[in-house]
């Protein structure tokens, strides 16, 4: 049977159910190299502002081994924050047919890049876009220092279109490149959770038949929180309410916004929420809108619509071009622009029916968009493999 070893930074709960269900299906064999450091199931998170350890069994079914992390300030947040000297030799020492790397941009990483080169296949999974390209010197300097590291990898995972875009641009080609799609767990997330929804729309005082726009994620200047707040009170709607879920360095700056509006009552904020109770938020809500400034994807737009809900993103979220199909499931705004964010969410607001339809057409349209196709492609890639 083939192997396949995987490089990856610690344990995340997008990437390790693939991992199970790779063991599972008993076509490949693999095994996980986790860098960050032994154990590392929890993880400080700069954007929330907190130690982050998620409430889902993510080591459960799959062969991984911890990799000794040197750096002398261990994490993901920098380039020298992994440090693997053992890494390559306990990848070797395992006998791979082919390694896969997810992200280039920490030492260790870059390191196999360059090290299995022309000794093994290598693929490399990662979602940058082309989307927030810099211009002048430092984007002709980039452009010759990605095209060197992507020379690197023989074969890359494209999540979706954007992402595509920016392999190509980086001299990848097309032979080179299969799709898996980003992937959430639509099954978990779509199970019935009605009492609980109930729950927490009596806890805030929401009535049934009140229209709740959701952002869950971190309160920092990338998601753009403060644009979407300043286009619901500018609504000043008092069957719509705004619901906040996260924390971050922005969140004293909007609650003081939020407090000094005419819609105060109607503006919810809610910590940090992990995985398990993710769903009732979706659920709960009508419209999910993610604003940012700059994704790379954008992930939860993925679990709201498992959720069956209408969405609204930003023209520099990475799946937006993929996910959202608008007038069908949602709508697509011009990123910092708050006539745009505004304009769409009055036509959201003001149809019951039409939001209901965006629902169930969100998920339909994410069905597709699954582990099972991001294994399988993994899998037929390894299987097929002529190097």
């Known amino acids: 049977m083939k192997r396949l070893a995987i490089i990856t930074t610690h344990p995340i709960q997008y990437y390790a159910p693939v991992f199970k269900l790779l063991h599972e299906r008993g076509n490949i ?3 996980v190299f986790y860098t960050l ?13 907190k130690t982050v350890s998620w409430d889902i069994p993510l080591l459960n079914g799959y062969n991984y081994e911890w990799v000794n992390n040197t750096a002398s300030d261990p994490g993901s947040h920098t380039f020298n924050g992994i440090i693997n000297p053992g890494l390559t030799t306990m990848v070797m020492e395992w006998l791979p047919d082919a390694v896969l790397i997810y992200g280039w941009a920490y030492r260790s990483h870059l390191k196999a890049l360059l090290y299995f080169k022309n000794k093994l296949p290598v693929y490399f999974r990662g979602d940058s876009t082309l989307l927030n390209e810099t211009k002048g010197i430092k984007k002709a300097a980039k452009y010759i220092f990605l095209r060197w590291v992507y020379s690197h990898i023989d074969h890359a995972f494209y999540a979706g279109k954007n992402n595509k875009a920016y392999f190509l641009q980086y001299g990848l080609k097309e032979k080179q490149l299969s799709f898996a799609p980003h992937a959430i767990d639509n099954e978990r997330f779509s199970q019935n959770k009605h009492k609980d929804v109930a729950e927490l729309r009596k806890s805030l005082n929401i009535q049934k038949e009140d229209i709740i726009i959701l952002f869950a994620g971190k309160f920092d200047v990338v998601k753009n929180v403060e644009l979407l707040l300043e286009a619901f009170i500018n609504l000043n ?6 619901l906040l879920v996260g924390n971050g360095v922005n969140e004293a700056i909007l609650k003081d916004q939020a407090k000094k ?3 105060s009552r109607n503006v919810h904020f809610l910590d940090f929420k992990n995985q398990s109770y993710m769903p009732v938020l979706y659920q709960a809500a009508d419209i999910f809108c993610l604003p940012s400034k700059s994704e790379t994807w954008g992930l939860s737009i993925n679990e709201a619509m498992a959720c069956g809900k209408a969405i609204l993103a930003s023209d520099r979220v990475g799946c937006a071009a993929d996910l959202v199909k608008s007038g ?3 709508f697509v705004f011009k990123t910092d622009s708050l006539d745009s964010i505004t304009y769409y969410l009055q036509k959201l607001i003001d149809d019951r029916e039409l939001l209901n339809k965006m629902g169930e ?3 339909m349209i994410i069905k597709e968009w699954t582990f099972m196709a991001i294994a399988k492609a993994i899998e037929n890639k390894l299987l097929n493999e002529t190097y």
């Open 328 to 330: 069908e499931n949602g």
């Open 29 to 31: 064999r693999i095994k």
């Open 37 to 49: 450091g032994s154990g590392q199931t929890a993880k400080y998170d700069l954007g929330f502002g």
């Open 361 to 363: 057409q969100s998920g």
């Open 237 to 242: 709607r008092q069957n719509i309410h705004l």
């Open 261 to 263: 509006s005419k819609v």
